[in-house]
Every structure is written in C-alpha cells, then in structure tokens.
C-alpha cells in the first residue's frame, strides 16, 4: 500500500473535451446502470419515504469497452497530461448520484489493478458542473475494507469530527461510525477541476439531499500504478 497526497487540479479537460463529456449521459441514457438500494436506510429509515425515487445513482461505465473509443482517449490522455504515463486507468463511469454516498474506500486487493506489483494510486473526481456539494476526505485510510463499519472493529473512537461540522456535512452518517474518523479537507464540487486523492483514503459525500440538491454529477476514475 501506498498513500499519494491529496491535490486538487483545475482545467482538467480542454473546453472541447468537457463539453463531449457532459453530452455522455444524455446521449446513452438507456444503458446507465442504477443502483435502487443503499445501506444509508438502515441508520436513516426515514429517509426511503422522503426519496422521490428508489434510484439512489445511475452509471454510466466506460472501462475500455469498444463503444466508447473516443472517451476513453479522452481519459487516457488526460490522466497522462497531468499526471505522467505511469499512471494507469483501472476503471472509469460518469456518476450521477441522487443521493450522498457514505463514507468508503476504493482499494483492496486484486480490484482495478490492484496486485502483488500495482497499488491503487487515486481515485478521481472531475465534476461535470458547479454543485453545491463536498466531497469530504479524511484522514484514514485501510487496504483490508472498504466500508468504516468494518474498519471501526477493534478500535476506538476517537472523536475528531465534532457536532458542528457533523450537522453542517454528513448528517446522512451514523454518528457512531464518524467518531472513528478525522478530516483532511473538504473538496467543493466545481466544474471541471479533478479531485486526486489515494484511493485507500476514507471519502464520502455530504448530505446534499436534506439541503436540497436534487442530483449531482461527475467523472469517476480508480487508477492505479507500479511500485
């Protein structure tokens, strides 16, 4: 395991490209994916009532599939603009998100790239417009889980989140699995910069959907490089 600094860019694709992106999940709507479950309803159960859908996030994968030769051009090109040729692209889709993720990480053995030569380099994060939403990302990190629950197991609190900002961003938490956690930053989610950050590192969004953003939408992209 390898932990890369957390940096933010601007300008991540040219005007040209990023207008073609944001073209993406309207032009293949019909084969975005949706995820209609999320473990947030067992801490909030509330929340499933106040849905306006089931749908909680649609995708639309890229990942090397034929059917996209110019993203993934795109992709690769920009990656290694800014960040080098040593720097791999494991997977890649277009999110767009009803409702916040909880916290998580993007790395564990043997997933997009991931190998006994390859650790998970970044995961990034290129808005396809200004939103009033955070990515939040803290300061733990784990190889072994992907979930704070898990990670939590054995430890103990350490209360580094306090109610302020707790109330102001992840309302849509348990309270019980944040007092494991500490943030490094607060990542606001503007058009066409990129969120680098380790792909180890706990992350999660805020709680967009009870201040009342209706969707919010990026490019997402699990990378991955040689030791």
């Known amino acids: 395991m390898k932990i890369l600094p957390t940096k933010v860019l601007d300008s991540f694709f040219t005007e040209e490209e990023f207008r073609y992106m944001k073209s993406l999940p309207f032009l293949y709507s019909e084969i975005n994916d949706g995820t209609f479950y999320d473990p947030i309803f067992k801490f909030r159960p509330d929340i499933q009532e106040k849905l306006p859908r089931s749908l909680v996030r649609r995708y639309l994968a890229f990942n090397d599939n034929p059917q996209f030769p110019d993203v993934n051009r795109i992709l690769k090109n920009a990656v290694q603009k800014h960040f080098g040729p040593n ?114 590192k706990f992350h999660g969004s805020d709680d967009f959907f009870s201040h009342g953003i209706p969707y919010k939408q990026a490019v997402i992209m699990w990378t991955y490089s040689p030791y």
């Not at 053995?109 to 390859?118: N, P, R, V």
């Not at 990670?151 to 109610?163: L, T, V």
């Open 87 to 200: 720097l791999y692209i494991g997977a890649s889709h277009i999110l767009t998100a009803f409702y916040p993720y909880l916290a998580h990480s993007d790395a564990v053995y043997g997933e997009f790239g991931i190998d006994d030569k390859h650790y998970g380099a970044y995961t990034l994060i290129i808005p396809l417009d200004n939103f009033e939403s955070n990515t939040v990302i803290f300061n733990e990190y784990s190889e072994k889980t992907k979930v704070v629950n898990v990670y939590a197991e054995g430890r103990e609190p350490i209360y580094k989140i306090d109610d302020e900002f707790y109330n102001r961003y992840l309302t849509h938490e348990a309270k019980e699995c944040m007092n494991h956690l500490s943030v490094e930053t607060v990542y606001p989610w503007r058009a066409n910069t990129c969120l680098a950050m380790s792909r180890y």
